[in-house]
């Protein structure tokens, strides 16, 4: 931020006293702040009682405030994510329904935007990852505090050998031996700052913390075996679900065997009922992120962490659009070759 630039801050009740910091640094700084606040009491009140299709509304006074910032700050909600998550599906789609206009606007005027996920720890969600939640919310600062010129640096190393490279090998003494193909698209370097180069290249939207570097992969060539010794995730229409390790084989370019516990009963029900798409490789990831060792979502920004992803990449601009099903594994001390030379050795950035 620069001083007598505009920036809005939207927080929800619970995470209001980091906001209110937010807002005092902004007139420190001589930035003009402005603060949405959503009420979470109000909000399960209006669920309850208000009309679905009164749900998800935005006025255009909010769009217009939208057009005329500079740089948004989101503090992340409901904190009651076990009720949130009891939600049924339609309810969750009409509230989210005017996501993609407020995308549409940020990205169209070149807002600076990030995200912080303060607010979305709590004890149901902290068991449910198997994390202690004073950890989280501890690293989830520390994280985000990290010297964004080091994640920056370290980050662009890996990326010029995911946009020139061709071949990769991922392995491990744990029986990890996957051969990857990159094609050739563009690599996102995620460093927790966006400033005007990043808008000029589209890239408008950060969440913290950060630290990641990621390409979309060649979705037709992936030959051997991916085994995780870490956590994953898995994402169906945005709703995430906790993977277990375990071990994946590919052929062909498509996952053939997902055997040895890999996310348990419930990733192999989902897996079977989604589309064409579900089983080709989508998007691989080294970690920057010091800071970071248990977070859950952000698992793949802990320095040296290799995540390998299935199923829909196009958010990423791969060609995978179908089916709405994302799947993430992750591997800590692993190796990556590109065309036969170390850029990751034994989870240590070369």
Known sequence: MKRGESVTIESWSGTLPWAESFVLEARILGARPMLLLEDEPTYWKSIANAPTANLGQVGAH??????????????SGPMDTAREEARPPSLDRRIGATDHEWLRITQKFGVRAVRWDLGRTSEVRARRYGVNLARWRNELIEAATFDARILRRDGRRIARWFRRGRDVLVSHPNGTNLRLRLAGRPPIVDDGVVDEQDVRAGSFLTSMPSGVTMVTLDESYAEGTFVANTPGVMFVHMRDTPLPPGSWTFSKGH???????????????TFRKAGPGKDRPGLLSVGLNPRITSIPLVFDQERGRICLGIGRNSFYGGATRRPHFVAYQSLRGGSIAIDGVRVVDAGNLV
């Open 255 to 269: 996952l053939q065997d997902y055997s040895g516990g890999a996310g348990g009963e419930e990733f192999r029900q």
């Open 62 to 75: 909010e769009f217009a405030a939208l057009k005329e910032t500079d740089a948004y700050v989101y503090l």
